[in-house]
């Protein structure tokens, strides 16, 4: 008979830092959040304060993605010691492996706003604040499925199916920017580089569907 995995069974130090772990994907994205904010609120009125709250928050936003990076290995040394079944094993270093992506697509985004400095006019600010906020949502929907996969697997496929949910949400509003941009007076550089910040904030959401769907799949080879 195939043994069933229950989070319960596992130590607690793995427990800790899967638990960790998750909470730095909302971290990431908040913070991506507040960076996104302050450029666009730069933009209008430069300040050095403003210049120096990013800097701040990308450093964060560094410690946060080598924190995960260092926990992943924690995790994924401690799931190698355990005597668990293979292909659970492998499930689970996936799922993780997944989500430690998501953080670094949200470091990538801040490293590439600061450095390219998009040329982003005020009326498309709220768009931007609007994606990445329901980009986050998509995040923590997520988190709440992979918290259910160690917890209660019956609760996986409900938020799975709201991380579908937002991240269809976030394809129609990244879709709408880029059609008012590229009907728009810029030039087609600018309109370009504009797209492709909005693509790379999407990409998130996008991502982090292709883990949900996954995860339903580890889930109903756990329930067999």
């Not at 924690?74 to 430690?100: A, F, H, M, N, Q």
């Not at 909005?198 to 996008?206: K, P």
């Amino acid at each position: 008979m195939k043994a069933k995995f229950s989070f319960m069974n596992t130590t607690t130090e793995l427990k800790r830092n899967i638990d960790a772990f998750y909470d730095l994907l909302g971290d990431s994205t908040e913070v991506f959040r507040i960076i996104l904010k302050t450029y666009l609120s730069n933009s209008i009125v430069p300040s050095k304060d403003n210049e120096t709250q990013i800097e701040l928050r990308f450093e964060q936003l560094n410690q946060i993605e080598l924190t995960a990076d260092s926990l992943r290995r924690e995790v994924e040394s401690i799931l190698y010691e355990k005597t668990l079944v293979p292909d659970l094993r492998s499930d689970l270093l996936k799922l993780i492996e997944g989500v430690d992506v998501l953080i670094n697509l949200q470091q990538a985004s801040a490293f590439n706003l600061i450095n390219e400095r998009p040329m982003i006019p005020k009326a498309y600010h709220e768009d931007f604040i609007e994606l990445q906020l329901t980009v986050a949502q998509c995040c923590e929907h997520l988190i709440q499925a992979c918290r259910a996969f160690m917890r209660d697997q019956n609760q996986v496929r409900d938020h799975v199916h709201k991380v579908i949910f937002v991240e269809s949400e976030a394809d129609k509003l990244s879709t709408k920017m880029k059609l008012n941009v590229f009907s728009s007076d810029m030039e087609l550089a600018q309109k370009i580089h504009i797209r492709y910040f909005i693509e790379r904030i999407d990409n998130v959401a996008n991502s982090a569907e292709d883990i949900a769907d996954s995860l339903v799949i580890y889930a109903i080879k756990r329930s067999l």
